[in-house]
C-alpha cells in the first residue's frame, strides 16, 4: 500500500509493472526522475510489482511508490496502479529498461497539442539488434498490427508498444478491464471506440537486462482474441456468410439441374461442407457478440440485440427444429425408396447429402440458440 500524506496533483503519474527486474528498475526511476528535474515536471512513479526478487525493495529505495496487485498479470498490474495515480498525464511504460525513459518528453509534448494518448512506436524508430526476436520482428507485431488496422479502419505502426501516455481524465472514461497482455491492444481498441485522437511518434527500442516475460504464441494469442471478442463480425460474420453463401450455390446449382452423376458426388459434398461451415462460423460470431455484450466489452445495440430476446431465441430453436425435421423426412424418403426396391440400388446419393446437411444445420441452430439462452439466464430482456 502507498502511505503518502495528502499532496498536490502531480503533472505526471508514471506506472511500471514489474515482474522480477532487479536488474533494470534502479536504471528507469533514475531515468524518470532525472527527467523530472531537468523538465521541471512534477511526478509520481508508481511501481506495480508482484516479483520475487529485490525488485520493490530497489524501488522504494529510489522514492519509488510501490503496490502490490492482488493478482498476477499485466493489465491487472496497470489496473490496481491506476487506482493510486495522481497525474494529469498517465505514463505506460515496462521495468526492463527496452524503452528509454529520457524520451518522454516526446510523448509528452503532443498532449499539449491536443492528442489524448501518445504511443510510442519502435516501428516508426529504431530498434537495436537483438532488441525483438526475428518472430516478433517480422511475424508477430506486423500481422497483429495489419489485422488491427484492418479490422477496425485505421493505420498505427506498433499497436503493441508498451510505451505510451494517455490524458488521466480519458485513460478513466476507456474502462478497460483486461487482465494480460492484451491490455494494450484494449486500450487502443477503447480508444478507438471513444474517439480519441492518438498520435504515434518514433522511439528506441533497447536489448533488456533480464529474462523476457513474453510468451510469444500465447500473449499473441490474447491479442488476437480480444480483437475477435470486440470485433467479431470482421473476423467471423463477414467470411462465414461469403462461405454460407458459397455452399448454398452449389448445392442448389447440382441440386436443382437434376442430372445429378457420380462425376458431380464430390462437388455435392463441398457444397455441403462450405454450407455447414458457413453457418457454425456464424453462429459461433452471434455468441461471441452476446458474449462481449453480457461482459461489458460492446453495447447491446442493433441485430444482438433482437438475438439476446428470449422469444427471439425460441424462433431460432423452431427454425432450427424444421430444418432438422426437414432432413429427417428426406432421411424417411430414402429409406421408404430403398424398400420399394427391395433393398437394391438406389440414385439418391444427392437426397442423402441433403438430408445429412439438414439435419447438422438444425441440430447447429438449436444446439447455439439454447447455449445463448443459457448465457442470458442472469440478463434481464
Known amino acids: 500500500m502507498i502511505n503518502q500524506e495528502e499532496r498536490e496533483r502531480p503533472e505526471v503519474s508514471v506506472l511500471i509493472p ?6 533494470s ?6 531515468k524518470i ?6 523538465n521541471n515536471i512534477s511526478g509520481e512513479i508508481i511501481v506495480s510489482d508482484s516479483s520475487s526478487d529485490r525488485t520493490p525493495e530497489i524501488a522504494v529505495s529510489l522514492g519509488a511508490a510501490v503496490i502490490f496487485p492482488p493478482h498476477m498479470g499485466y493489465g491487472n498490474a496497470y489496473i490496481a496502479a491506476i487506482d493510486h495515480a495522481k497525474g494529469k498525464y498517465i505514463v505506460f511504460g515496462d521495468g526492463d529498461d527496452t524503452y528509454d ?6 510523448l509528452l509534448e503532443p498532449l499539449k497539442n491536443g492528442a489524448d494518448l501518445v504511443m510510442g512506436s519502435r516501428f516508426l524508430g529504431t530498434i537495436e539488434r537483438g532488441a525483438m526476436t526475428p518472430l516478433h520482428h517480422y511475424i508477430g507485431n506486423p500481422i497483429l498490427t495489419w489485422v488491427f488496422n484492418k479490422v477496425f479502419s485505421c493505420s498505427y505502426s506498433d499497436v503493441h508498444s508498451g510505451f505510451r501516455v494517455i490524458k488521466s481524465e480519458k485513460l478513466r472514461e476507456l ?7 492484451e491490455y494494450a491492444t484494449a486500450m487502443l481498441v477503447a480508444a478507438q471506440q471513444k474517439n480519441l485522437k492518438v498520435v504515434e511518434v518514433p522511439i528506441h527500442y533497447y536489448l533488456r537486462k533480464s ?7 500465447a500473449d499473441g494469442w ?11 463480425t470482421s473476423l467471423l460474420g463477414v467470411p462465414g456468410f461469403l462461405i454460407f453463401l458459397l455452399g448454398s450455390v452449389i448445392i442448389a446449382f447440382f441440386y436443382l439441374d437434376g442430372n445429378f452423376t457420380f462425376s458431380r458426388f464430390h462437388s455435392f459434398i463441398l457444397g455441403s461442407l462450405f454450407l455447414i461451415v458457413g453457418v ?35 424462433k431460432l430453436i423452431v427454425a432450427g427444429g424444421a430444418l432438422l425435421i426437414l432432413g429427417l423426412l428426406i432421411g424417411f424418403y430414402i429409406i421408404v425408396s430403398w424398400t420399394t426396391k427391395n433393398f437394391g440400388s438406389i440414385n439418391l446419393l444427392n437426397d442423402a447429402i441433403l438430408s445429412m446437411t439438414l439435419v447438422a444445420l438444425g441440430i447447429l441452430v438449436i444446439f447455439s440458440s439454447v447455449f445463448i439462452s443459457m448465457m442470458l439466464l442472469n440478463e434481464k430482456d
Not at 482474441?225 to 470486440?230: E, G, K, W
Request: glycine share 4%; with cysteine; charged share 20%.
Open 18 to 23: 514489474t515482474l522480477d527486474e532487479e536488474k
Open 25 to 30: 528498475i534502479g536504471s528507469c526511476i533514475s
Open 33 to 38: 526522475k532525472s527527467i523530472f528535474l531537468n
Open 101 to 106: 525513459f529520457e524520451e518522454l518528453p516526446l
Open 175 to 181: 474502462n478497460i478491464i483486461a487482465s494480460g497482455m
Open 211 to 217: 529474462p523476457s516475460k513474453l510468451h510469444s504464441f
Open 222 to 232: 490474447r491479442h488476437m482474441r480480444y480483437i475477435l471478442l470486440v470485433r467479431p
Open 280 to 314: 457454425q462460423i456464424i453462429l459461433m460470431n452471434v455468441m461471441i457478440k452476446v458474449y462481449s455484450v453480457i461482459h461489458g466489452y460492446e453495447k447491446k445495440e442493433g441485430w444482438v440485440s433482437l438475438v439476446m430476446n428470449y422469444h427471439s431465441l425460441e
